[in-house]
C-alpha cells in the first residue's frame, strides 16, 4: 500500500477508466422498443413525387470523423444518417444504449437514434470523399448505421467560416441565451448524478444556423466523477511525464493535484508554457482580458498559487479520511462538481466572443443587452483559473434562471447583433 502526502494512493485512484464508442447523436432516447430500429428502405420510399427525383434530392455526404461520416437523405430532411468504419454491431447497440441513458440521466426525450437495419452500399451518397469510401471495408453486405437528428454545425465550424458568422448573427440574442441555459440545465442534470460528459469543446458542441438549437454531442468520456477524475488525473501526469503540452480544457487545479500526489519538481513558468504558450490558449486568454504574455503569466501565477493552496488544504482533509467512498465524495464534491462547467464556460466564451465584442462595463437598461452581458459574465466566472473563485456549481442554474427571467415579456426577446452593437455604442 502506497501512501503519498499522507494519503491512501489507492483509495485516490479510481478503476480504470472505461472509454466507450465515440457517437454524434446529441440527446436522444427510443421511448418505445419497437421505435430502436427503422429500414432504409422505408426512408427511401415513403415519398414519391417526381421533383425529388432530381440531382439535389440525391443523398448527400456532409462530413467524416475518426470513427464514421454522416450524409443526409432527401427524404428525411431533419435527420442525418451516420455510418460507422468499425463492422461491429453491437457497438452500434451500445452507442444507442448509452444515448438513452443519457436521456434518462438530463430528462430530455424529444430526440431519437434509431439502427438502420439494411443500409448497403447502394445506399450512399455518390459524392463522398474517396479516402473516406476506402475505409468502408465489410464482409458483410450491410453497413452499420444509425439515423439520428440533424444537429448543425460545430462551434469550430460556425466561428472559422465567414458566412456562418453572418448567419448566426442574425439569429435572435434571446434564442442564444435560451439554448445556453438549456446545456446548463443539461449539465446540472448530470452534476446531481455525479456524471461528467467530460469532453465538452468548441469542435463538441453544436448549433443549427436556422434555428439556433445548441446540442452537445460526442459522450466518448461520458462517465461517472470517480472514473472521470481517475482518467484525467493520468492525462496529466503522462503530459508532465513526457513534457509535452497540457490541453486548455483541462481544469488548471489538475496541475496542481498531480504536482501534490507525485511530488513533482516542475517549476512554474514550464508550467505555464506547458498550458498557456500555444495559440488556442492565448486567444482565449485575450478574450477575457489578458493581452499580452506578461498579464496572461501573472493570471496563471495567481491562480496556480490560489490552487495549490486549495488542493493542500483538501489533501490535508483527506488524510483523516480512511473510507473509500468518502475521500471519493470529497473529490466529487470539490473538483469534479466544477469539472464540466469549466469545461462549458470556457467553450461558449469562446463562441460568443467570436460573433459580439465584448463590454466588461456595460451598463445598458436594455434588458436583452444586460441579460447576454451578465451571461457571458457569469461564463467567464465558469472558466476562471482559479477554482475559488468560479461560482458554485448549484447555483449556477439559478443564476442563469435569473438571467434569462428578465427577457420573457421583451417583445419576444428578439434583438440581431446591430442592435446589439448600437447597444454597446
Given at each position: 500500500?502506497?501512501?503519498?502526502n499522507?494519503?491512501?494512493?489507492?483509495?485516490?485512484?479510481?478503476?480504470?477508466?472505461?472509454?466507450?464508442?465515440?457517437?454524434c447523436?446529441?440527446w436522444?432516447?427510443?421511448r418505445?422498443?419497437?421505435?430502436?430500429?427503422?429500414?432504409?428502405?422505408?426512408l427511401?420510399?415513403?415519398?414519391?413525387n417526381?421533383?425529388l427525383?432530381s440531382?439535389?434530392?440525391?443523398p448527400?455526404?456532409?462530413?467524416n470523423g475518426s470513427?464514421?461520416?454522416t450524409?443526409?437523405?432527401?427524404?428525411?430532411?431533419?435527420?442525418?444518417i451516420?455510418?460507422?468504419?468499425?463492422?461491429?454491431?453491437?457497438?452500434v447497440?451500445t452507442?444507442v444504449?448509452?444515448?438513452?441513458n443519457?436521456?434518462?440521466?438530463?430528462?430530455n426525450?424529444?430526440?431519437?437514434?434509431?439502427?438502420?437495419?439494411?443500409?448497403?452500399?447502394?445506399?450512399?451518397?455518390t459524392?463522398?470523399?474517396?479516402?473516406?469510401r476506402?475505409r468502408l471495408?465489410?464482409?458483410?453486405?450491410?453497413l452499420?448505421?444509425?439515423?439520428?437528428?440533424?444537429?448543425?454545425?460545430?462551434?469550430?465550424?460556425?466561428?472559422?467560416?465567414?458566412?456562418?458568422?453572418?448567419?448566426l448573427?442574425?439569429?435572435p440574442?434571446s434564442?442564444?441565451?435560451?439554448?445556453?441555459?438549456?446545456?446548463i440545465?443539461q449539465i446540472?442534470?448530470?452534476?446531481?448524478?455525479?456524471?461528467?460528459?467530460?469532453?465538452?469543446?468548441?469542435?463538441?458542441?453544436m448549433?443549427?444556423p436556422?434555428?439556433?438549437?445548441?446540442?452537445?454531442?460526442?459522450?466518448?468520456?461520458?462517465?461517472d466523477f470517480?472514473?472521470?477524475?481517475?482518467?484525467y488525473?493520468?492525462?496529466?501526469?503522462?503530459?508532465?511525464?513526457?513534457?509535452?503540452?497540457?490541453?486548455?480544457?483541462?481544469?488548471?487545479?489538475?496541475?496542481?493535484i498531480?504536482i501534490q500526489?507525485?511530488?513533482?519538481r516542475e517549476d512554474i513558468?514550464?508550467?505555464?508554457?506547458?498550458?498557456?504558450n500555444?495559440?488556442n490558449?492565448?486567444?482565449?486568454?485575450?478574450?477575457?482580458?489578458?493581452?499580452?504574455?506578461?498579464?496572461?503569466k501573472?493570471?496563471?501565477?495567481e491562480?496556480?498559487?490560489?490552487?495549490m493552496?486549495?488542493?493542500s488544504?483538501?489533501?490535508?482533509?483527506?488524510?483523516?479520511?480512511?473510507?473509500k467512498?468518502?475521500i471519493?465524495?470529497?473529490?466529487?464534491k470539490?473538483?469534479?462538481n466544477?469539472f464540466d462547467?469549466f469545461?462549458?464556460?470556457m467553450t461558449m466564451?469562446?463562441?460568443?466572443?467570436?460573433?459580439?465584442?465584448?463590454?466588461?462595463?456595460?451598463?445598458s437598461?436594455?434588458?436583452i443587452n444586460k441579460?447576454?452581458?451578465?451571461?457571458r459574465?457569469?461564463?467567464i466566472r465558469?472558466c476562471d483559473?482559479?477554482i475559488?473563485?468560479?461560482?458554485?456549481?448549484?447555483?449556477?442554474?439559478?443564476?442563469?434562471?435569473?438571467?434569462?427571467?428578465?427577457?420573457?415579456?421583451t417583445?419576444g426577446?428578439r434583438?440581431?447583433?446591430?442592435?446589439?452593437l448600437?447597444?454597446y455604442?
Amino acid at each position: 500500500m502506497i501512501f503519498i502526502n499522507g494519503i491512501n494512493r489507492e483509495l485516490l485512484t479510481m478503476e480504470y477508466f472505461r472509454k466507450v464508442g465515440r457517437w454524434c447523436t446529441g440527446w436522444g432516447c427510443t421511448r418505445k422498443k419497437h421505435l430502436n430500429h427503422i429500414k432504409f428502405s422505408t426512408l427511401r420510399n415513403q415519398y414519391t413525387n417526381e421533383n425529388l427525383k432530381s440531382e439535389k434530392a440525391q443523398p448527400s455526404f456532409i462530413a467524416n470523423g475518426s470513427y464514421g461520416f454522416t450524409f443526409k437523405n432527401y427524404t428525411d430532411p431533419k435527420k442525418v444518417i451516420k455510418v460507422y468504419f468499425n463492422p461491429n454491431v453491437n457497438d452500434v447497440k451500445t452507442k444507442v444504449n448509452k444515448a438513452k441513458n443519457i436521456a434518462n440521466i438530463t430528462g430530455n426525450n424529444n430526440q431519437r437514434i434509431q439502427i438502420i437495419n439494411d443500409l448497403t452500399y447502394n445506399d450512399l451518397p455518390t459524392n463522398i470523399p474517396e479516402k473516406v469510401r476506402r475505409r468502408l471495408i465489410y464482409h458483410s453486405p450491410i453497413l452499420p448505421a444509425i439515423r439520428m437528428p440533424h444537429l448543425g454545425i460545430d462551434f469550430h465550424e460556425a466561428i472559422m467560416n465567414y458566412d456562418n458568422r453572418i448567419i448566426l448573427r442574425g439569429l435572435p440574442i434571446s434564442t442564444l441565451i435560451i439554448q445556453c441555459r438549456k446545456l446548463i440545465k443539461q449539465i446540472n442534470e448530470m452534476r446531481k448524478k455525479q456524471f461528467c460528459h467530460g469532453d465538452i469543446t468548441i469542435v463538441n458542441t453544436m448549433i443549427h444556423p436556422e434555428t439556433g438549437k445548441m446540442t452537445l454531442i460526442d459522450f466518448d468520456l461520458f462517465s461517472d466523477f470517480a472514473l472521470l477524475f481517475n482518467f484525467y488525473y493520468s492525462v496529466i501526469n503522462d503530459n508532465i511525464i513526457r513534457k509535452v503540452e497540457i490541453s486548455q480544457y483541462i481544469p488548471p487545479e489538475f496541475i496542481c493535484i498531480n504536482i501534490q500526489m507525485e511530488n513533482s519538481r516542475e517549476d512554474i513558468d514550464t508550467l505555464y508554457k506547458r498550458y498557456c504558450n500555444n495559440e488556442n490558449m492565448l486567444f482565449f486568454l485575450k478574450l477575457i482580458g489578458k493581452n499580452n504574455e506578461k498579464e496572461a503569466k501573472e493570471y496563471f501565477k495567481e491562480s496556480f498559487q490560489s490552487n495549490m493552496e486549495y488542493i493542500s488544504s483538501l489533501f490535508d482533509s483527506m488524510t483523516k479520511l480512511s473510507n473509500k467512498n468518502e475521500i471519493n465524495k470529497m473529490i466529487s464534491k470539490n473538483i469534479m462538481n466544477y469539472f464540466d462547467y469549466f469545461r462549458f464556460g470556457m467553450t461558449m466564451t469562446i463562441f460568443f466572443s467570436s460573433l459580439y465584442s465584448m463590454n466588461k462595463n456595460n451598463n445598458s437598461i436594455d434588458p436583452i443587452n444586460k441579460a447576454f452581458h451578465n451571461m457571458r459574465m457569469l461564463l467567464i466566472r465558469m472558466c476562471d483559473f482559479s477554482i475559488i473563485k468560479r461560482p458554485d456549481p448549484a447555483k449556477v442554474l439559478e443564476e442563469m434562471i435569473n438571467i434569462t427571467s428578465t427577457i420573457s415579456n421583451t417583445n419576444g426577446g428578439r434583438r440581431t447583433r446591430k442592435q446589439m452593437l448600437r447597444l454597446y455604442k
